[in-house]
């Protein structure tokens, strides 16, 4: 026992750089993916065939192909076309990609679910197709999907474990130059579990208190029933 | 300029269908400033098609709209032309539309509701928009409400900020759809009293309902509107007392409300 302590010790701030360099390409390729997937759903929603038809391959080939498959092929294909990636970069463009499939799917649906009433309110008032967007539907469509969106961000971070394949010095592979070293895959496998959860629990409670946060006074526990009765009052003196 | 003989609103010859059913068959309509034009009628018969084609939230099939000085879709023999969206966004933003569902922004507060149209549309600065804003409010009883969410508001309430919202953008016409429908029956005078005032302050309005007893109080005119035409119009006296058709007769005894 003593001797895992003092190698703990000795590797664990080596498997935090490991962990940095996740945290990083979780957060780089979210980013990406939020924008692309984004613009994706508003394509998708487009009623030019043109424009949504590409999209809709697009969606379907990066989704229904393995996400290792994809990072290997971009990795080892793209140089063949002149242009070379770092593994980091590499992993970034597949990481995005293949999240902005899956978001842009997320985002079609809280876009539709906005309630077409107050789209066509919106509207009447003179508001342009973006003006809707900006100030009713993205507000309201964002939020909704935020535990969703939480959701791929921590299946994102744990994505990233596959980005050692194409040698990228993340989390995971720091664990196994730890473990070719001490051959304590056991112990440290366990630290690697251990740092994941701690991550993906702070990302989840993260986003739970950006969901309190942007949602409205209204959905937080507001006691509306008998504020209800007493309105209706003031409202037959009216 | 419009001249003060020209209507405010003039449709001619309007047909809109969905697929194989033609809601609209012709519709002609002139709307007068200062004019209270009440639509009733059957369900199905149009009448909120033809409010909603005339806001363009629907596009109509042919015929020609004039609205506020400005042909917003033109018909001549052989082509129809709906005009530019930025034509069609600034007319809307002058003949606003209450809704019978009322949909308020429900992520908005009251307040930013009735400002959203003046800062977002008509690019009133913040300050000015919150001022007119609460005038607004004031004018329908709700800004002691201000800050509340949608949700935390009765139904009548909400009918009350959504006619503050339309009524911010200080409209010449404001379009009106089922605005009581939704309503409990204890909260429907409130609303119709605020569209009754709006009435005697000069304002045009057109306003679709079913209930005859509005229709009595309110109207300048009323239009009865069937099978996708305009069937009949005239004061409340002529169509309640003594209408001309027998399609009207029996739908204004079926409803119970003919004037005796």
């Known amino acids: ?238 | 300029m419009t001249q003060a003989s020209a209507p405010v609103l003039h449709l001619e010859q309007v047909y809109k269908s969905y697929g194989e059913t033609a809601v609209l068959r012709g519709v002609d309509l002139k709307v007068f400033q200062g004019d209270a034009v009440f639509l009733i009628g059957p369900s199905g018969g149009g009448k909120s098609t033809l409010l909603r084609c005339i806001n363009f939230l629907e596009y109509p099939d042919a015929g020609t709209i004039t609205a506020l000085g400005e042909k917003l879709c033109n018909q001549n023999r052989t082509h129809f032309e709906i005009a530019s969206e930025k034509t069609l966004r600034h007319a809307r933003a002058r003949m606003p539309m209450v809704f019978q569902q009322f949909n308020l922004f429900s992520h908005q507060t009251v307040l930013e509701n009735v400002i959203e149209g003046l800062i977002t549309v008509k690019k009133i600065p913040k300050r000015e928009a919150i001022i007119l804003a609460r005038t607004a409010l004031d004018r329908v009883h709700m800004l002691q409400k201000q800050n509340h969410y949608p949700d935390q508001l009765s139904g009548g309430q909400k009918q009350r900020v959504a006619i503050a919202r339309a009524l911010a953008m200080d409209p010449p016409v404001i379009l009106f759809d089922e605005p009581t429908s939704a309503l409990d029956p204890e909260l429907v005078s409130g609303v119709q009293t605020i569209i009754q005032d709006l009435s005697s302050q000069g304002l045009t309005l057109l306003v679709v309902t079913h209930d005859p007893a509005f229709v009595q109080s309110t109207a300048h005119t009323v239009c009865f509107c069937g099978d996708g035409y305009i069937l009949e119009s005239g004061t409340v006296n002529e169509i309640y007392g003594n209408p001309r058709t027998e399609r009207v007769r029996k739908f204004i005894q079926s409803s119970g409300a003919h004037l005796t």
């Open chain 1, 1 to 238: 026992m003593s001797v895992f302590w003092s190698e703990l010790q000795e590797y664990f701030p080596f498997l935090l750089m490991g962990a940095k360099v996740t945290l990083e390409l979780s957060f780089i390729s979210m980013a990406g993916g939020m924008v692309l997937g984004f613009l994706a759903a508003i394509g998708r929603l487009s009623e030019n065939r043109l424009i949504r038809w590409p999209l809709e391959a697009y969606v379907e080939i990066w989704r229904d192909t393995p996400l290792i498959v994809q990072l290997l092929l971009i990795y080892f294909s793209l140089p063949e076309f002149g242009i070379v990636l770092s593994g980091f970069w590499a992993g970034v463009l597949g990481l995005t990609l293949n999240l902005s499939a899956y978001l842009s799917e997320v985002y079609r649906a809280a876009i539709i679910a906005v309630d077409p009433g107050q789209k066509a309110a919106a509207i009447s008032l003179g508001m342009s197709p973006f003006q809707v967007y900006r100030r009713l539907i993205v507000p309201q469509a964002f939020v909704a999907c935020l535990p969703t969106q939480g959701g791929y961000f921590i299946a994102l971070l744990k994505d990233c474990s596959l980005v050692s394949f194409i040698s990228v010095n993340e989390l995971l592979r720091h664990a196994t130059i730890v473990i070719s070293n001490t051959f304590d895959s056991m112990n440290t496998y366990l630290m690697v579990a251990v740092i994941y959860f701690c991550m993906s629990f702070t990302s989840a409670r993260c986003v739970g208190w950006l969901e309190r946060t942007l949602t409205p006074a209204r959905r937080k526990k507001v006691v509306i029933k008998p504020i209800m009765s007493e309105l209706a009052e003031e409202d037959k003196t009216l």
